[in-house]
Antibody
Framework: EEQLVESGGSLVQPGGSLRVSCAAS????????MSWVRQAPGKGLEWVAT????????YYVDSVKGRFTISRDNARSSLFLHMNSLRAEDTAIYYC??????????????????WGKGTTVIVSS | EIVMTQSPATLSVSPGERATLSCRAS??????LAWYQQKFGQAPRLLIY???TRATGVPARFSGSGSGTEFTLTISSLQSEDFAVYYC??????????FGQGTKVEIK
């Protein structure tokens, strides 16, 4: 069974740092782009960051650029999100997701087909 | 950035009835559109990608249509397990990948 399991969420003070992790199983992790998506309390889904199979490309939503870093360890089938300078508005459930690749119209496109259950990050003093 | 707008915000439907959810993109996304279902306290679940292709294991009562800027998710006969929030997402013009704000389907 294809599965993603997040961990590492906790309560952290504003300005603090945290690393959340995602363990993948049941599929060839190294062949997929992977993403983090978050959901603030009572709000909708917001894409946060995406990383290419080999880690050579990373993409971020503007609000976290320079503060968050996505990374991966293909040998351990793990995805990470390193979060620095955390703000109250970063409070959310953080989901990792698998991104299958579509080759269409001479370009690659990526949607999100497998999701973990999420890990909760609370930024508060 | 492509803005995705869903309507209505809340849809009240009786079990067994048909539900029609709309999603509009601020510019064309071709058919690069996915729909997700999220039940309370759970992770999102992929229902549809490519605007109309059902994901593995998704019941046939769920169907997607549209292209360009206008899309529809139809649930032909609502079951009790279908009451949830539904999100559309474009993956045409990335980054960023952008979601609609969601439509809540509730019991009438």
């Amino acid at each position: 069974e294809e599965q993603l399991v997040e961990s590492g969420g906790s309560l952290v003070q504003p300005g603090g740092s945290l690393r959340v992790s995602c363990a993948a199983s049941g599929f060839s992790f190294r062949t997929y782009w992977m993403s983090w998506v978050r959901q603030a309390p009572g709000k909708g889904l917001e894409w946060v960051a995406t990383i290419k199979q080999d880690g050579s490309e990373e993409y971020y939503v503007d609000s976290v650029k320079g503060r968050f870093t996505i990374s991966r360890d293909n040998a351990r089938s793990s995805l990470f999100l390193h979060m620095n300078s955390l703000r109250a508005e970063d409070t959310a459930i953080y989901y990792c997701s698998r991104n299958p690749e579509l080759w269409l119209r001479a370009n690659y496109y990526y949607y999100m087909d497998v999701w973990g259950k999420g890990t909760t990050v609370i930024v508060s003093s | 950035e492509i803005v995705m707008t869903q309507s209505p915000a809340t849809l009240s439907v009786s079990p067994g009835e048909r539900a029609t959810l709309s999603c509009r993109a601020s510019q064309s996304v071709y058919s690069d559109l996915a729909w997700y279902q999220q039940k309370f306290g759970q992770a999102p679940r992929l229902l549809i990608y490519g605007a109309s292709t059902r994901a593995t294991g998704v019941p046939a009562r769920f169907s997607g249509s549209g292209s360009g800027t206008e899309f529809t998710l139809t649930i032909s006969s609502l079951q009790s397990e279908d009451f949830a929030v539904y999100y559309c997402q474009q993956y045409n013009n990335w980054p960023p990948w952008t979601f609609g704000q969601g439509t809540k389907v509730e019991i009438k």
